[in-house]
Nanobody, 125 residues
Framework: QVQLVESGGGLVQAGGSLTLSCAASGGTWNIEHMGWFRRTPGKEREFVAA????????HYLDSVKGRFTISKENTKNTVYLQMNSLNPEDTAGYYC??????????????????WGQGTQVTVSS
């Protein structure tokens, strides 16, 4: 299976920035999209952003548009999430995800096949 390893989470003050990284390995030839979800304790996972591995097309949760940027480095099999203008509502566990071609809409959690362990992002007031 594909393995995903996230890094870059931490504590940041409101208005600050943080960048998350996710490196994929093992069967990466079958990945069409990589992306990020987030989850607050007691709530369902929420789609944040995704990127097409081949052409770079991006997708975002409306509330993060203009603040978060997803990008990739194909040669490193790595996806990034640059988060700017962070606010306490962004506090969550952030999970890297990947999925094969033909999976449907990126916005639905059940269409994603592979998941990382998660990294905590905490934004203080």
């Amino acid at each position: 299976q594909v393995q995903l390893v996230e890094s870059g989470g931490g504590l940041v003050q409101a208005g600050g920035s943080l960048t998350l990284s996710c490196a994929a390995s093992g069967g990466t030839w079958n990945i069409e999209h990589m992306g990020w979800f987030r989850r607050t304790p007691g709530k369902e996972r929420e789609f944040v952003a995704a990127i097409d591995w081949t052409d770079g097309r991006t997708h975002y949760l409306d509330s993060v548009k203009g603040r978060f940027t997803i990008s990739k480095e194909n040669t490193k099999n790595t996806v990034y999430l640059q988060m700017n203008s962070l606010n306490p509502e962004d506090t969550a566990g952030y999970y890297c995800a990947a999925r094969p071609p033909g999976s449907g809409s990126v916005y639905f959690v059940h269409t994603w096949a592979y998941w990382g362990q998660g990294t905590q992002v905490t934004v203080s007031s």
